[in-house]
């Protein structure tokens, strides 16, 4: 079954403690993304990947990072978490044609995350 | 960077009636597509449109792409309650790989 699966779903945690969500898709997907979603603002691009070792900031990359060492994983790492970054965050690949994004987008299922 | 707008923000419509929703952007798009979030869900891809005044029906729901590739449009006809959820628009241009989401329109539909 074609899926893009996140962990941990959910996770509270402090400020200053460091975290991975990881993400990880089976379709062979070169584009790679990370979003978050907060009541009133939709949906905001973290980081995206091309491919391996190929990645590029969204509109809101600041206090996170992400690599690609594998074509199937994209994990995201928040070195030093602050509660502004609380937030639904969703993992999301796709097939890239050109210089187009083609087709379906996949969404994880998300990941709620609370930094107290 | 590249501002989508969407508008708007709510609609609460009667079982039957139409709803559209309504994208802009400030800067020309290679490509918009078009998601469906349920409550507490994820977003599900519903469509991409890339050509200039393209017009593409999946049964009650048309999307439309401008002819300047700037804005966009669903319209759904006689919404049903299985159409609740927030619909979002989410563009790209020809400068880059980056998606750019509208904030969605939530739609209501009570029976």
């Known amino acids: 079954e074609a899926q893009v699966t996140q962990n941990p779903r959910y996770l509270i945690t402090v400020t200053g403690k460091k975290l991975t969500v990881t993400c990880s898709q089976n379709m062979n997907h070169e584009y790679m993304s990370w979003y978050r979603q907060d009541p009133g603002l939709g949906l905001r691009q973290i980081y995206y990947?091309?491919?391996?070792?190929?990645?590029d900031k969204g509109d809101v990359p600041e206090g996170y990072k992400v690599s690609r060492k594998e074509k199937r994983n994209f994990p995201l790492i928040l070195e030093s978490p602050s509660p502004n970054q609380t937030s639904l965050y969703f993992c999301?690949?796709?097939?890239?044609?050109?210089?187009?994004?083609?087709?379906?987008?996949?969404f994880g299922p998300g990941t709620r995350l609370t930094v107290l | 960077g590249q501002q989508v707008m969407q508008i708007p923000q709510y609609q609460h419509v009667q079982e039957g009636e139409d709803f559209t929703t309504y994208c802009n952007s400030s800067t020309t798009l290679s490509n918009i597509q078009w998601y469906k979030q349920r409550p507490g869900g994820h977003p599900v891809f519903l469509i991409q449109l890339v050509k200039s005044g393209e017009v593409k029906k999946q049964k009650r729901l048309t999307f439309q792409f401008g002819e300047a590739k700037k804005n966009s449009s669903l319209h759904i006809t006689a919404t049903q309650t299985t159409d609740v959820g927030t619909y979002f628009c989410a563009g790209t241009t020809n400068s880059g790989y980056a998606l750019n989401f509208g904030k969605g329109t939530s739609l209501l539909v009570t029976p």
């Open positions: 990947s091309m491919n391996v070792e190929v990645t």
């Open positions: 999301a690949s796709s097939l890239v044609g050109g210089r187009v994004i083609t087709d379906t987008q996949y």
